[in-house]
């Protein structure tokens, strides 16, 4: 049974609509419609405004927007085919041009990656634009974020078993002390930095228990007001926590195209590290499965390929 032009429209825009596009929808039916059919469609939806001339023209950013989203499946296959240094080298690059609205992206490539992986980025970053990550971060970034920028991405930190209880106890007494102060001076000072910048994760894990033992919260619940500190210390302590608030943000309907960006980066970069333990994560937090959500929200082969990838290591 033929389908009616109103239901055909119903389609087409909800092809058009949420992260990616319908593509296989869109053939089967504006493929096969007549002029007359393709300009009622353009009167009745709300992507299109009268021109002074008469005629009916894309709302500019619906345009813009519509382009985005055509693109979305081709650069989630041109990231996910890049060696890993070159494709975190690249994301690197593109969020320090960005500048402030993203330097979440710097700090979980250098706080969530393994020693070995970050100085492969750093060898990437170099093949590709010739000055060292180092140089681009401290010419770019100012103020206190400057040096904990520069230490995490030169941080080259130890990843065996060892280390001393006593000494993560004192170190949670000066993170303590720093974010105490926070109201006389920035917290991100120079042994701050030099603990979440030179200490092991497995260290820093206990840093962190003791922190909540002295203060009675997570440290990141208390350095909301610094962006940059919180994203570092969620990337070091929860990372798998961290991961899940981009890829929530990245599916609110009102995200931007920042935030949208999230969700082909995390799923293309985690997908053969910890995407099982994101998704039990997710699921726990939740009580719904990731693969659903995203089968929800997105569309088309964008869709496919994200399903794909989420269905790796189980």
Known sequence: MAMRF???????VKAFSGLGVDEKSLISILGKWHPDQTKSFRNIVPFFIEDARLFEKWMVEHLDQLKREFLRFQGAIVLWMMHPWERDARLINEALMDGPKSYNVLVEIWCTRSSDELLGARKAYHSLYEPSIEEVVASLVTGVERKLFVALVSSYRYE????????AKSEAKTLFDAVKNAAKKNPIEDEVVRILSTRSKLHLKSVFKHYKDISGKHMEEEVEAYPSLKHTVECLSTPHTYFIKVLEEAINPNADEKMKEGLTRVIVTRADADMKAIKEEYHKKNGAALIDKIEHMTNGNFKNFLLTLLARGG
């Open 160 to 167: 065996g078993p060892k280390f001393r209880e006593d000494i």
């Open 6 to 12: 109103g239901d055909e429209v119903d389609v087409v």
